[in-house]
């Protein structure tokens, strides 16, 4: 019973939802779900040690989110230290990324990727500074992040990663690239018109598929990241980048909107995966299992106000990474670690060690 509660995160073990998935495995047992395939997640330099100390048994990869630019070429480092990340990855045996977005006051610029990609001097300072920070940091590559692309710069943007490549290659190092969900050469929205997946494809080491955010903070409620929506887009991106190269995006985190929603106004709170399955079962809430979605929901009422919550369970994420394997795709990186979710990095594959003890302290 202590393995139970301890791997699903169960605060009151008296008290289960209706409905919840458990995850049910041996001492010393683990899923092994995602063996022989590429698994990494994304943190901030300001995660808890003990919660990044919980996923990084089962990671290969930590992309430490993130490094910015100047529109002079200047690197800019995270506001919060990342060298005990790349210090701490490397003691877990799994190699840190250092993550470059255009971040300009606090939001996404495509300004700063237009002028980096129609300026060669400029490109070439940042690519000298990124392979001098990934020396100096211990870091093992760079993973290129930058969103809302302008359709103007969509060639010139993958050009600028391919010379990238071309630079970190020599010295040992590897380039990876976000893009953001896309179906069609033809699709059409700010996040992916100036996102060519072909030649994005080959420009750069892999691929990385941000397949998640259909659910989110201002839109209408549903799966975060709904099966056939990511299916979709895993169907298009084999289509035109070699499927080795491909590692699909699994969120970890859910959302909880209270209701009505009315566009504009209803905001939605992230919640944690863990932490969605405890509010369904102090609320006496059922949990339901969308077929289509592949993903957990329920709603419960509180203070008076109606609510509905989707996140991710043991099913919603074996779903995900049984795509990886029918599609072969290179592996999976989490967006992102910030939050617990055990029973996940038991299911690919960590050991995780102490749990009895540790619980005999807390008196559980």
Not at 70 to 94: N, S
Not at 110 to 135: C, G, I, P
């Amino acid at each position: 019973m202590w393995k139970i509660v301890y791997d699903n995160q169960i605060e009151n073990r008296d008290r289960i939802a209706q409905g919840q998935a458990l995850l049910l495995l041996q001492a010393g047992e683990n899923g092994g779900l995602a063996e022989g395939k590429e698994t990494g997640g994304y943190a901030y330099p300001f995660i808890e040690p003990a919660v990044l100390g919980q996923a990084l048994p089962s990671l290969r990869k930590l992309l430490v989110f993130s490094w910015g630019f100047t529109f002079e070429g200047t690197l800019v480092p995270p506001p919060q230290d990342d060298l005990w990340m790349t210090e701490t990855a490397r003691k877990q045996g799994a190699e840190p990324i250092l993550v470059l977005t255009p971040f300009s006051g606090g939001a996404f610029n495509n300004q700063l990727v237009k002028v980096l990609v129609e300026n060669e001097m400029l490109q070439d300072k940042v690519t000298d500074e990124l392979l001098a920070a990934v020396s100096d940091r211990g870091y093992a590559g760079v993973n290129i992040d930058f969103e809302y692309v302008l359709p103007e710069s969509r060639v010139r943007y993958a050009e600028f990663i391919g010379k990238l490549r071309t630079k970190m290659n020599r010295n040992g190092y590897r380039v990876s690239v976000a893009v953001a969900p896309k179906i069609s050469d033809s699709q059409k929205g700010l996040l992916v018109e100036g996102i060519d997946y072909a030649l994005l494809g080959e420009n750069a080491d892999a691929v990385f598929l941000m397949t998640y955010e259909w659910g989110y903070t201002y839109g209408p409620p549903m799966a975060v990241a709904p099966l056939d929506k990511v299916r979709e887009v895993v169907e298009y991106a084999v289509s035109r980048i070699p499927a080795g190269k491909l590692i699909l995006g699994i969120p970890n985190y859910g959302y909880d909107w209270p209701l009505p929603y009315e566009k504009g106004i209803t905001r939605a709170r992230t919640v944690g995966n863990a932490e969605a399955a405890g509010i369904a079962a102090e609320n006496g809430a059922v949990i339901e299992y969308a077929r289509m979605s592949q993903a957990p929901w329920f709603t419960y009422k509180k203070s008076g106000i109606e609510h509905v919550v989707w996140f991710e369970d043991p099913r919603s994420v074996e779903a995900k990474w049984n795509l990886v394997k029918e599609y072969e795709l290179a592996g999976a990186w989490y967006w992102n670690l910030m939050r617990i979710f055990r029973a996940n990095w038991l299911m690919m594959g960590s050991e995780q060690t102490g749990e009895k003890d540790g619980l005999e302290k807390q008196g559980i």
